[in-house]
C-alpha cells in the first residue's frame, strides 16, 4: 500500500497488515498510522492487498470526479474516516482511473460504498449520505 502523507505529500509504502497499528511518514515525521482520512487506491493490486490483508473492516468508495454525489459524500467520508480512525479503514477508488476494478465488482451507480471484513465483501451500499447514516448501513 502506498499512503501519502497530509503534512508533506511524501508517498510511504506500508504493508497493509499495519493499517491497525501507528506508524509514522518517513519524511517529516507526522502520523500516518491510525489513517484519518481515506486513502487512495492507485491499483488493483493495492486494493486487493488492502482488502486481504487488512486487519480492520475496509470501506472502499467507488467514485469518479465528475459525480456531483460522490462530491457530496466526500466530506463525510473524511468525517467517517476521522471519527473511527483505527477502527476502520476507509478507501476511495475512482472509477475512471480503475474501470476494470470497478467492472470486477459490478458497480452500476456511484458513489457505491462496499464494506469488507476478513477479505470478503461484507455489504454495499449506493449513493450519497451522511457519516452517521454510512456507518449505521455498513455496521462499521
Excluded: Y
Aim: contains cysteine; hydrophobic residues 45%; glycine residues 4%.
Amino acid at each position: 500500500m502506498v499512503v501519502t502523507c497530509t503534512a508533506c505529500s511524501t508517498p510511504n509504502r506500508l504493508p497493509a497488515a499495519r493499517m491497525n497499528q501507528r506508524a509514522k511518514c518517513a519524511s517529516c515525521k507526522a502520523q500516518l498510522l491510525p489513517a484519518s482520512h481515506p486513502i487512495a487506491i492507485g491499483s488493483a493490486a493495492e486494493l486487493d492487498e488492502l482488502v486481504k490483508n487488512a486487519p480492520l473492516p475496509v470501506v472502499v468508495d467507488f467514485w469518479a470526479a465528475w459525480c456531483g454525489p460522490c462530491r457530496m459524500v466526500a466530506p463525510e467520508l473524511e468525517k467517517l474516516s476521522a471519527e473511527r480512525a483505527g477502527k476502520v479503514v476507509v478507501a476511495k477508488l475512482d472509477t475512471d482511473a480503475l474501470p476494470d476494478v470497478a467492472g470486477r465488482f459490478a458497480i452500476r451507480s456511484i458513489p457505491t460504498l462496499i464494506a469488507f471484513r476478513g477479505g470478503r465483501e461484507s455489504k454495499r451500499i449506493s449513493g450519497a449520505m451522511s457519516a452517521r447514516e454510512i456507518a449505521q448501513e455498513l455496521a462499521i
